[in-house]
């Protein structure tokens, strides 16, 4: 579970407090996983961050991959296509796995069993935003504490009961698990891992180089803003789903039981119509 520091003050160094050990030879193997549709911020700000760590000698101790159902070339988020380094089949045995958001719906049932199979002993299995309904689906968050992009805590409760939401935190941690906030989250997780192996020195002078000046990774409650639902405005529908405004002229609408409901997109409809009971926001409430 993220640590509490008192307001204003930095968690305590987390070589300290939740100490990873590297192995004893070799790097520190990092998979990211990719599938149609990975958002590109939510893996790039992880992959920086452990391609630029470097030891006080030196050495670099993060070798990087990606990961796919097969290595035929993924399109992501924006319209970039990329070649996966290694299908499921061939990749070395990770020490760290990322999973970003992607659309769930395109996953290969492959990468999910991969996920259930290395998890078993992976140091760190990290989601970044939205990456954490992945996990869910891997049935790897039942019985955890986790978190996701600010929009997507309520759809994440409803879809995976047995796991609790915690909402305006930039990172979680549950044992091996680890779930990231929104988007840039996923920079000061990585940031916690580095730390983790190798202490606040290494990890502050990583952020340095990157010249990235977020703290989040000292200050996980500062997504704090997030932590309660934004307030509902009468003339402003909200999606029920994930929480996102949307304009009262969307076509995309489901009539049930003598209201409108109205959504931002086809995957918010399908869930809903699926299980209407799970999402207790109404529109207008």
Not at 30 to 43: G, I, N, Q, W
Not at 233 to 257: A, G, H, K, R, W
């Given at each position: ?38 958002e590109l911020v ?29 290595t035929d070339p ?212």
């Amino acid at each position: 579970m993220t640590m509490q520091s008192p307001p204003g003050e930095p968690v305590p160094d987390a070589r300290l407090t939740a100490p990873l050990e590297p192995p004893a030879t070799g790097t520190i193997t990092v998979a990211v996983v990719l599938s149609p549709h990975a958002e590109l911020v939510d893996f790039a700000g992880p992959w920086g961050v452990f391609e630029y760590a470097r030891l006080d000698d030196g050495r670099t101790p993060f070798t990087l991959t990606t990961v796919a159902a097969t290595t035929d070339p993924v399109p992501i988020s924006g319209g970039m296509v990329v070649v996966p380094g290694h299908a499921v089949e061939t990749v070395p045995a990770p020490d760290i796995v990322v999973v970003p958001a992607l659309d769930t719906g395109k996953l290969a049932p492959e990468v999910l069993d991969w996920l259930r199979r290395v998890h078993q002993n992976t140091a760190v299995t990290m989601s970044v935003c939205n990456g954490s309904f992945v996990l869910g689906q891997a049935g790897l968050l039942d019985g955890r504490t986790a978190t996701a992009h600010h929009s997507a805590y309520q759809a994440l409760q409803a879809m995976f009961p047995a796991l609790t939401v915690v909402p305006g935190v930039r990172y979680v941690e549950d044992g091996r698990l680890a779930t990231a906030g929104g988007l840039t989250s996923g920079t000061d997780l990585a940031l916690r891992i580095v730390e983790r192996y190798f202490g606040r020195a290494v990890a502050q002078r990583t952020a340095t180089y990157l010249e990235y000046q977020g703290t989040g990774w000292m200050h996980p409650d500062s997504n704090a803003e997030f932590t309660e639902p934004a307030a509902v405005n009468p003339e402003q529908p909200v999606c029920p789903v994930c929480q996102m405004p949307v304009s009262p002229d969307t076509p995309i609408t489901l009539e049930m039981d003598g209201r409108t409901w109205h959504f931002c997109g086809d995957w918010c409809q399908e869930q809903f119509r699926a299980a209407p009971q799970r999402f207790a926001i109404a529109e207008g409430s």
